[in-house]
């Protein structure tokens, strides 16, 4: 168990990445007159912005503010919770989203455990772009959408409890990314021209999400059919594919094909036309109800499928039985959607408010 010390209320633990947000996170708050202490966890060996690269960079930016700068060693429940949870989706055959997962298990839980047992401080800061409020009739806390919505990354934050969300600080959910860059820049901070990280941290590290996944799932040819079984071709693995891809299949065919479907029983790729992606319905799992209390009765909200789509209208339905997988709802959506895939986060607003959201489980109609 971590040690105790006493509370200290003025006091905030930036989450460091070695990024210009979590930077410019810190020095914000440094100026609205906290008390400033880094926190970097280190996830994995190799490159990458929160990897060593980023570790000695956020080494870097706390010596030039002036603020401590601690490093925990988080490898083991990155590969528990990240690593191993990727690996175990994709053999099942479906395509899992890391990113919600680990801002849950890996960094704000374990980030806020850190700062009150070891450095007896009771709030945390990270550099996503989102905001916080406080519903002044209930107390609940709301997540929303951040002011930049091109930015917005509330999407990967629909797993945090209320509980996260009464200690968390986003510093940046008011402002856009060039804000952003501009403040880095006038304050000289060492990561103020730092590139963008443009894919996962695992991808960054491995240089392909088929090289990761290479690494622990072994290949193996099989065939790529279409709804009726008719064999089209062959593949080398079923975890180098997703529902809706349409590139890579390697095969001619009159019209465009997209994968519809992965039976890893059977060592298939099913594949058919635009039409046979497209579907009305689909159950979810490991729901979290964020910004209201879990209802029992189907509400109208707006949802993303994926985290660069477009919200689109959708009744929520929740599913009264629990299961080994959690808390479920069931989705129907206004209009058929392209790509529903297994395994990613379907998270559901309202307005620029975030309700809920959890993971597709499969599809019903």
Known sequence: MFGHSLKIMNKVVVGLSGGVDSSVAAATLLRQGYEVVGLTLWLMKGKGQCCSEGMVDAAQLCEQLEIPHHVVDSRELFQANIVDYLVAGYEAGITPLPCSQCTRTVKFGPMLQYAREVLGIEQIATGHYARITQNPQTGRYQ??????????????????TQEHLASALFP????????TRRIAAELELN????PESQD????EAHGSMREFLDKYISTRKGEIVDGEGNVLGHHEGVHHYTIGQRKGLGIAAAQPLYVVGLDTGRNRVIVGDRD???KRECTIQQVNWVSMPAPTAPIQAEVQIRYRAQP??????????????GT???LVFAEPQFSITP??????????VLLGGGLIERLTN
């Open 343 to 352: 395994g990613q986060a379907a998270v559901w607003y309202d307005g620029d």
């Open 191 to 194: 990561t103020a021209h730092k």
């Open 143 to 160: 997540l929303q959408r951040a002011l930049d919505r091109t930015k917005d990354q509330s999407y990967f934050l629909y797993n945090l």
């Open 276 to 278: 046979s992606v497209q």
């Open 312 to 325: 689109v209208t959708v009744t929520v339905i929740p599913v009264a039985e629990e299961s080994q997988s």
């Open 200 to 203: 996962l941290c695992l991808i």
């Open 328 to 330: 479920r709802a069931k």
């Open 172 to 179: 940046l959910g008011e402002q856009t990314k060039t804000e």
